[in-house]
Nanobody, 120 residues
Framework: QVQLVESGGGLVQAGGSLRLSCAAS????????TGWSRQAPGKQRELVAY???????NYGDSVKGRFTISSDNAKNTVYLQMNSLQPEDTAVYYC??????????????WGQGTQVTVSS
């Protein structure tokens, strides 16, 4: 069983930066991929970014060029560096992990989420 715990959320002004961390209790990197999703009030959850076991990354169009996902296998931790934050980035951010098959990511495990609020 994999457990994921997010940290690093908070309140930041527009244009600022935050780094989210996701610590896993089990070995998540053998699953295939790990990622981050977010859900804003009244909106559907969207996949923000993921990184595969081989190190390939993929980003949602709304965060390309601003967010960077990375992983530290030794620490069993995944990070999301978020730069140039905008009010529309305000959401609960969820860490996830799952299978990667035929160039698609299938999250199976989810953290509890961490709130990110960007003020204008």
């Amino acid at each position: 069983q994999v457990q994921l715990v997010e940290s690093g959320g908070g309140l930041v002004q527009a244009g600022g930066s935050l780094r989210l961390s996701c610590a896993a209790s089990g070995s998540i990197f053998s699953l295939g991929a790990t990622g981050w999703s977010r859900q804003a009030p009244g909106k559907q959850r969207e996949l923000v970014a993921y990184i595969t076991e081989g190190g390939s990354t993929n980003y949602g169009d709304s965060v390309k060029g601003r967010f960077t996902i990375s992983s530290d296998n030794a620490k069993n931790t995944v990070y999301l560096q978020m730069n140039s934050l905008q009010p529309e980035d305000t959401a609960v951010y969820y860490c996830n992990a799952g299978n990667y098959f035929r160039f698609r990511y299938y999250p199976n495990y989810w953290g509890q989420g961490t709130q990110v609020t960007v003020s204008s």
